[in-house]
């Protein structure tokens, strides 16, 4: 039997994608789907492994890998650790789906990953914390912890789960230069963390997990993952409140990604804006929203274009320059109350910007331009009080200017 073959192949399940699990595992197209475990073994020789495993389904795994050392026994040289490893993943995996569609409970997918992991350990960094030749390659010792975790996430075994995909981290890190399918592997593995963490209500370092996830493929093409990990940043961000991981220049990055991999003014780059925007505000963040909701009113009145502005249109892209000019508004009022008038000076002056967009009353609007006129005087007292101390509040970046002399909203 030939050793452990560091190969690529997708071991995903195929797995209906309104299938939510059990009660108190995760959706299961964001646990399972993600698996790219390469083949363990390159099998030669007369065993039928397909009818092996068959074989096997059902049994307990002390059954099953007697069974198995039996069967690799008499058909080949010596029946490796390898080969049983091999042998016990194919029918876990088989076990895990009837779990996952209810056919049978977790018990026993949970055994079996108790038993490969307990393989793994023993045959890697096997020399005493040092790797010898008949070691496990590195990759296969990490995906088999990331494919347990997930199965235990999924049974919602929580502690466990998170304790395995840190360990498989551990090991991914071993790898001296990860290839792209590599990369895809570390990605999946974080973001299934931060999703266990999530669900541990460790919001932080859920938002940490997430971002590390989608910076890992920032240089891989065609990532369609990316998506969906904004998309579960944005909602593990807005139910952070203090522990929201957000700033300009971070959201900045995000929205810039999304653009590069789909193309600006894509459905994928509006969502994010839409999703990151709102994620904001709901972390009590309107200084963060409020660029980002003006960036999305300007890329909607491009996707729309003169052409396609209908009244629905017109109104979708008037309540985003509404939600801007409140986010601006709001966060111009907490500056106000931390004696920060610089910055509140600058977010109400971008306020008064967007109520001209919108139409507002011009009796509402001599009140704001009063309101600013006052606001810089105080910055400027303030300022020379403190001996010209500049604010130390980042202020939202200006709205630009279109060819036709309208601005940005």
């Not at 960094?125 to 999924?154: I, K, M, N, W």
């Not at 090991?171 to 931060?194: K, Q, W, Y």
């Not at 729309?304 to 892209?317: F, M, N, Q, T």
Request: net charge negative; charged share 25%.
């Amino acid at each position: 039997m030939a050793p452990l073959d560091d190969v690529d192949d997708d071991g995903a399940a195929d797995i209906d994608p309104d299938d939510e699990g059990e009660e108190n595992s995760f959706p299961v197209p964001y646990s399972t789907s993600a698996s790219r475990m390469p083949p363990l073994v390159s099998w030669s020789g007369s065993l039928d492994v397909e009818e092996l495993s068959e074989r096997l389904l059902g049994l307990e795994v002390d059954d099953a890998e007697e069974e198995a050392r039996e069967a690799l026994n008499e058909s080949t040289d010596g029946a490796t650790d390898a080969d049983v490893l091999a042998v016990l993943l194919t029918v876990f995996k088989a076990d895990r789906e009837s779990a996952i569609h209810g056919e049978d409970s977790w018990e026993r997918p949970l055994e079996y990953c108790k038993r490969m992991c307990s393989l793994c350990d023993r045959n890697f960094l096997s020399g005493g914390g040092q790797p010898r030749v008949d070691d496990f390659p590195a990759r296969v010792v990490a995906s088999v912890y990331a494919e347990c975790g997930r199965t235990h996430a999924l049974a919602g075994q929580i502690s466990s789960a998170r304790d395995l995909f840190q360990k498989a981290l551990n090991v991914f890190a071993l790898l001296p230069e990860p290839n792209m399918d590599e990369t895809l592997e570390i990605s999946a593995c974080r973001g299934s963390l931060a999703r266990v963490l999530r669900r541990a209500g460790q919001l932080k370092g859920a938002q940490d997990e997430f971002l590390q996830a989608m910076q890992l493929l920032a240089d891989v093409p065609d990532t369609i993952e990316v998506s969906g990990l904004v998309s579960e940043y944005a909602e593990t961000l807005a139910s952070a409140g203090n522990e929201a991981v957000a700033s300009p220049d971070l959201l900045n990055l995000i929205s810039q990604m999304v653009e590069e991999k789909f193309g600006e003014g894509s459905d994928e780059h509006i969502q994010a804006l839409q999703e990151l925007s709102d994620a904001c505000l709901n972390a009590g963040k309107q200084a963060l929203a409020a660029p980002i909701f003006m960036s999305l009113a300007r890329q909607l009145r491009s996707y729309y274009g003169s052409s396609r502005l209908d009244s629905w249109a017109a109104a979708e892209i008037q309540a985003v320059e509404e939600k801007a000019a409140q986010a601006l508004e709001t966060s111009a009022a907490e500056h106000m109350q931390d004696a920060d008038f610089e910055a509140a000076a600058s977010m109400w002056s971008l306020a008064i910007r967007m109520r001209e967009a919108l139409n507002t009353q011009e009796e509402v609007l001599s009140e704001m331009r009063s309101s600013l006129a006052a606001l810089k005087q105080a910055a400027a007292m303030n300022g020379s009080e403190a001996g010209g101390a500049a604010s130390t509040r980042e202020p939202a970046e200006p709205a630009e200017t279109d060819q036709d002399g309208s601005r940005d909203r």
